[in-house]
Each structure stands twice: as structure tokens, then as C-alpha cells.
């Protein structure tokens, strides 16, 4: 009597399918969560480039705007962001103060990083009651990028998904 191997086959084919494609990962490139952690902390991260995904029209000139760095003062260019190992989130106002009686560096967030979604929490320190999440997208010893969205403050307009890359000085 002759066997038919094709259902046990086809079995064992699609088996090994979803054994294989599970294991793929969309973080394949990120580090694992302490690796994530140790890159983050102690560093002073400063802003390279911040952009919107979408063009808005922000200084009225009838023209849409993508870079946000041209909207910021000069005398933030120069500022700094430090994450702690305590899960704080400190500011350095840089050399170039904005205000003459600015503190050179103040706590503003506290923050926590989740491996499985990649999104580092930024609760400020002051009022708990919002939280920005950045979605990291590329992370080195010297560079991390990051996606967030801006929610508008005038409740009209919809969310805008920016993108932001910084430095590690």
C-alpha cells in the first residue's frame, strides 16, 4: 500500500514557517533593555535636529515648516538633557543662559524605558498627571533618535508625529 507523506509534510512545513517568522524581531537592531539603559544614562544629550513628519505652516509665510530647530531660541541650542540611573531626567541650560537667574541645571522629568515597546516614559517632575513617550528608533553610544508626538495646544488641530535626533556631548 502506498503512503501519502504530503499532509505530514506540509504539517511539518508550516510548523517550521511559524517557528522561523516568530522568531523575528522588529527590534533586531536595538539593544537588549540594560544595554538600552547603560547607553542612555549619565550622558548630556543635546538636540542635533528636530523635525515634523508633516509640514505645518508655523510662522504664517504661507509656507509649511519642517524644521522645528529654527523655532528654537538661541539660547536653548546649546542646552542638554541627562539621564540618571535613579530614573531622573535633569536639564543643563547650557553655556548660553535664556534668563540671567536660570539654575545651570534642574530636574525636570522622571523616566523609565520599556524593552518590549522601545519607549522611554518622560513623566515631568512637577505635574504627574502627562507623560511624553519617545519611541526609539536608533540607538548608539553617541546618538539616539527618537520619535514622539506633539499634542496642539489649542485642541483644534490634530497630534504632529516629530522626530528628533540628539548627541551625546
Not at 504661507?62 to 522645528?68: A, E, F, M, S, V
Amino acid at each position: 500500500m502506498k503512503k501519502n507523506n504530503f499532509l505530514p509534510c506540509l504539517v511539518l512545513s508550516a510548523l517550521l514557517l511559524f517557528t522561523f517568522s516568530s522568531c523575528n524581531d522588529d527590534n533586531d537592531d536595538m539593544p537588549a533593555t540594560r544595554e538600552v539603559k547603560d547607553m542612555l544614562v549619565d550622558k548630556k544629550w543635546k538636540m542635533q535636529s528636530w523635525n515634523l513628519d508633516k509640514g505645518i505652516d508655523l510662522d504664517d509665510d504661507g509656507i509649511p515648516d519642517t524644521n522645528l530647530m529654527s523655532f528654537i531660541d538661541d539660547c536653548d541650542l546649546d542646552n542638554t538633557v541627562i539621564f540618571r540611573k535613579e530614573g531622573k531626567v535633569f536639564s543643563n541650560s547650557g553655556t548660553v543662559r535664556c534668563d540671567a537667574d536660570e539654575a545651570p541645571e534642574r530636574q525636570t522629568y522622571d523616566w523609565t524605558f520599556d524593552g518590549k515597546t522601545q519607549i522611554v516614559k518622560l513623566v515631568e517632575a512637577n505635574d504627574r498627571d502627562g507623560a511624553d513617550e519617545w519611541k526609539i528608533l536608533e540607538l548608539t553610544d553617541t546618538m539616539l533618535k527618537v520619535s514622539f508626538t506633539l499634542l496642539p495646544e489649542d485642541g483644534k488641530n490634530e497630534a504632529i508625529r516629530t522626530t528628533m535626533l540628539l548627541k551625546a556631548e
